[in-house]
């Protein structure tokens, strides 16, 4: 299969429309579409990215006032989050309505559902008329796409579009609340920090890794297998040619790959595509600075720790 890398949202948005599959660009990572309504386009993404079929996909749409059309109802709870931070990086999940496939959702009988702020995006779910079915668009087991070079990377010849936008500015995934319970409840940390979300519904809770695993298929697997080791590190280790650092302070020189961060929200732009680059590069070992785990720090060390540990 040949991968069209284009520029224009009409053509990207005619693939969804004829029952295939297209990669576009979102504020946190590159997504792989599918209309949402057809099972036989959703097999496909779970093909292309090779993909476990129990790991539900996020419900996409261009405008939050769509989501009667996927879910079967709104909380308060859930009203008062959409009023907040859609369109933007948060997903909710709630009782799913019938027109949304079974294989979008794995089976469950809940959907996640998001309306990015990019605006490629927008245009893009706007053209395409329907809800879409996105996970990230990187091989299962790779870091999230964080430009459309990373996509080519992973799916040239497996996709037959690519839809181009600029580098995600966000650059990790969006946070996951379930919201189909009262309260509420964080499955992934993420872009929308915990305590923004407590000034909306302060009883939201955080659910630990045990009781995510559960209920969040995805946060099963694991989201980075690195061909380099990652490192969760609190000072600077000594530097070697084979070993690189990523984080917020300078270090001494003779790591191999490099970069210094100026804020919490760059490394978190960053890390992703650092990942790929050392990957590319041959390092062995890449050492990432921690963090407070305050606001996006959260998300950050979460990352991190997921591309550390590797999951059964
Ligand atoms: O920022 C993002 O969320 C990106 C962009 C493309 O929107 N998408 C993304 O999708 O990260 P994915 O498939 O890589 O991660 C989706 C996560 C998984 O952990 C999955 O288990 C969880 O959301 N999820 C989706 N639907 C769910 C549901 N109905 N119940 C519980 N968890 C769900
Ligand atoms: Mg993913």
């Known amino acids: 299969m040949k991968t069209v890398v284009t520029d224009s949202i009409e053509e990207a948005a005619a693939y969804i429309r004829a029952g295939s ?3 576009f660009p979102t504020e946190t990572v590159y997504g792989l579409g599918a209309d949402a309504m057809d099972s036989a386009a959703v097999r496909q993404i ?7 079929a129990d790991n539900p996909l996020i419900v996409h749409l261009a405008d939050a006032l769509q989501i009667d059309q996927v ?39 809940t959907v996640g559902v998001r309306v990015p702020s ?15 079915a996105a996970p990230s668009a990187n091989r299962s087991g790779r870091p999230s796409p964080t430009t459309w070079q990373a996509v080519l990377e992973d799916l040239d010849g497996r996709i037959p579009c690519i839809l181009r936008g600029g580098r995600s500015t966000v ?11 009262s309260p ?17 519904v302060p009883a939201i809770s955080v659910l630990s890794e045990d009781g995510a695993l559960a209920r969040s298929p995805g946060t099963r697997y694991r989201h980075y297998a690195p ?29 191999g790959m490099v970069r210094v961060c100026e804020s919490i929200e760059q490394y978190a732009h960053e890390l992703f595509d650092f990942f790929r680059a050392c990957d590319a590069a041959g390092i062995e070992d890449i050492y990432c600075q921690e963090v407070d785990e305050r606001g996006l ?13 590797p999951h059964p």
């Open 46 to 52: 779970f093909v292309a990215k090779g993909r476990p």
């Open 227 to 255: 061909g380099s080791r990652v490192i969760p590190v609190r000072g600077i280790p000594n530097p070697s040619s084979r070993a690189a650092f990523i984080g917020l302070d300078e270090p001494p020189a003779g790591f």
């Open 21 to 23: 599959i297209a990669a």
């Open 171 to 181: 650059g990790l995934e969006s946070t996951v609340v379930d919201c189909s319970t």
């Open 184 to 200: 509420p409840r964080v499955l992934r940390v993420g872009a929308v920090s915990v305590e923004a979300l407590k000034r909306i």
């Open 71 to 109: 879910a079967a109802e709104v909380s308060e709870e859930a009203q008062g989050l959409v009023e907040a931070f859609f369109p933007g990086p948060l997903t909710i999940v709630l009782q799913k309505s019938d027109r949304i496939v079974s294989e979008a959702t794995a089976g469950l009988n």
């Open 118 to 132: 990019h605006p490629v995006a927008h245009e893009f779910l706007r053209a395409c008329g329907r809800p879409v």
């Open 297 to 309: 720090g959260r998300a950050l060390m979460d990352r991190i720790r997921r591309a550390a540990t």
